[in-house]
């Protein structure tokens, strides 16, 4: 239907007084009812405005009626008649008008292509052209369709409203059909870029045309059966998608859930073609519902059009009540003969169906804004100004700029690009006993609110395909569960993925994760890879076994270094105590108490302080006590020498030179140890490399090169005693201490060249234990190997601690 709006002054508001415009030379092949309602709904709103005082008060409103036949080429001359006004108008009444019959805009048409066409035609007019069914987004643009307005949304909105709502129920491979035309095509483009931005994938799109060959049909039908999605969006004109019906009831596709824009899923003559039910469970957009008070009543009170003699309303009470005007002999048996006063009531038809109200009420929202700019440009109070000069720019202006509530309270305006608000109802398709498809809305799509709030489903009331009560599944890939990844699959869409286990230490806590995420240094990924878990801190303590027994053997250590010393204190006057010198006896013996204690700092959760202290006191403790060792291993030497005529040796290295040398040998320590400190000291350090699911915790050495010059350093004094140790280990005293001294250096050498291997492979806390260990075995081996003989000739043996027994056969030795 393709409508044009007049007005005239005049005094007689009557339905009567409209002007209709004869039909063009080229006749439709059928009627259409569609059209028809249409235009009907057209006549119902200016009907409703001349009989109106507060609307254009004084002022009727004319119209000019068309069908373009769905022909773009017959649309565009039929908008150039109306345009041009050349038309020959044949009038019921012989009443002139008060001005010529202008044409101040146009109603139309049903479609987008033809609609592109015609708004390209008459825009350099500006004669507005306000569609109430053309919905594609490319007659947004206003550089290319200047005077083209409309009542429906923009499929724009359309289109990103049916990716949300597949996105909604969570289908990520979907099949796309939609019709060949700009309304089609346009539309699906729209929703194939929003879909790529939601994530979901096409398997296939293809087009369909309703004059397409049969093959091209078979070939659509062949792609949807070898088809893995189970979700179809139709983006399809009404008769597009009967012609897609006739296809897939022929094939019996069954099963399939079908999404739908607003050209078809609200319409009642598809559902009826659907007599196989392929489409039940349908859902998709469409058009809010609308109820116009007395428009049904007016469309179906269809006796005044039977005044009229006009051809074309003859043509439609024909093929309404299917019978036949002054019937000749030749007409069909069982059609009756026509007698002007057939009545609406049990006729059910495509004419008398209501569905498409809310089409009408787009042609009725058009209609009326018209009027508002008339009313606005006349400035109608009381009474308009009829000499008002009216131009088609003045006129598209005021209608863009228009504001206005309907009768039934919706707000009616237009945006900058001459489209309406956008708000669609989402409606399910639902079988009902009788086999008739009810449509049921579940839901509502509002563009004006924010995108988190858009769109509102009632699932529970919808009914799936094949009447199921659950939501159908169409994925490529099943989702990835928490503690994997998707991994593409190599030439194939985004959507279809394999799921990927998270390697250690990486997470992914969420269904479908893309990547997943590395655990903090200081947390860990459990089992499952889907929740990092705080690494457990370890450390040698003092409660846990291994840092218990430790601690027993250092203070075990201790406390017999302790009794030693008593002993030795206590029987300090005795030969063998006296021997060798006693000082440096106690001495040595105040070292390896160190050496016990110092065993204690490695022990603990490290801090600045401990880690400082635990290498230095250690490496100065272990040198004051192999020096007083060493001083020992001298003594012995000296001492024998002493022995030979005319060796005065001893007054080289008395009590003095002993100290000195035991001083000297550990200041050698301590600066290296100092130097240690400043240049680069030890640290508290946390380790996450040796272990994946613990965090050690140890003191850095710092300066690598000051820790094992601290340990050459002791091996160094180790080895130079262990060498005058074995020297002197023969020398003919009945107590040659530097059998003992060979003995225990030879221990501890032995054990801290095992230390080295041991240390460096151990991990974590068992490297601490090793070093621990190391100092006090060598400890031990010192204080057993050196003392404990002499405990036992001091306390089990006494009678042998005499000058003469330890001065054996002949020899003497000298007694500090």
Known sequence: MLGGIFFFHSRWKDRQDTYLHKPLPLQCMSLNFRGFQYAQAMLFAIEEINNSTDLLPGISLGYKIYDACGSISRGVRVALALANGNEVVSSPYKAPCARPAQVQAIIGVTSSSPCMTISTVIGPFHIPLISHFATCACLSDKTKYPSFLRTIPSDYYQSRALAQLVKHFGWTWVGAIRSNDDYGNNGMATFTETAQQLGICLEYSVSVFRTDPPDKIRKIIDIIKASTSNVIVAFLSQMDMDVLIHALSHHNLTGYQWVGSEGWISDSHTAAMDRHHLLDGAIGLSILKA???????????????NTSSNEMFTKFWETLFRCKFNRSKSAAVNQSE???HEDLTGVQNSYTDMSLMPIFYNVYKGVYAVAHALHSILGCNETCHDQVQLDSFTILQH???????TKEGDEVYFNENGDPAAKYEIINWQPTENGIVDFVPVGLYDASLPADKQLNVQKRSIIWAQNSQQVPLSVCSEKCPPGTRQGLQKGKPVCCYDCLRCAEGEISNITDSITCVRCDPEFWSNERRDACVKKEAEFLSYEEVM??????????????TAVVAFIFFRYRQTPIVRANNSELSFLLLFSLTLCFLCSLTFIGRPSEWS??????????????????????????????????????????FGPAQQRLSVLGFTLVQVVICILWLTISPPFPFKNFKTFNDKIILECALGSAVGFWAVLGYIGLLAMLCFFLAFLAR??????????????????????????????VSSPGKFSVAVEIFA????????LICIFIPKCYIILLKPEKNTKKN?????????FD
């Open 291 to 305: 109820h116009v008070s007395g428009m049904r009543e007016f469309m179906l009170d269809v006796k005044p059009l």
């Open 338 to 340: 026509c007698t002007g």
């Open 399 to 405: 209608i863009r700029k228009i504001r206005f509530k």
């Open 547 to 560: 840092g218990a027994l430790l601690t027993a053997a250092s203070l075990l250590g201790t406390c017999m």
């Open 611 to 652: 880690c400082m202290l635990r290498h230095t006191a250690f490496g100065i403790t272990f040198v004051l006590c192999i020096s007083c060792v060493l001083g020992k291993t001298i003594v012995v030497l000296m001492a024998f020498r002493a022995t030979l005529p005319g060796s005065n040796v001893m007054k080289w």
């Open 730 to 759: 023969k020398l003919p005293d009945n107590f040659n201490e530097a059998k003992f001294i060979t003995f225990s250096m030879l221990i501890f050498c032995a054990v801290w060249i095992t230390f080295i291997p041991a240390y």
């Open 775 to 782: 100092i006090l075995a060598s400890s031990f081996g010192l």
């Open 806 to 814: 330890m001065m054996g056969k002949g020899h003497q030795n000298n």
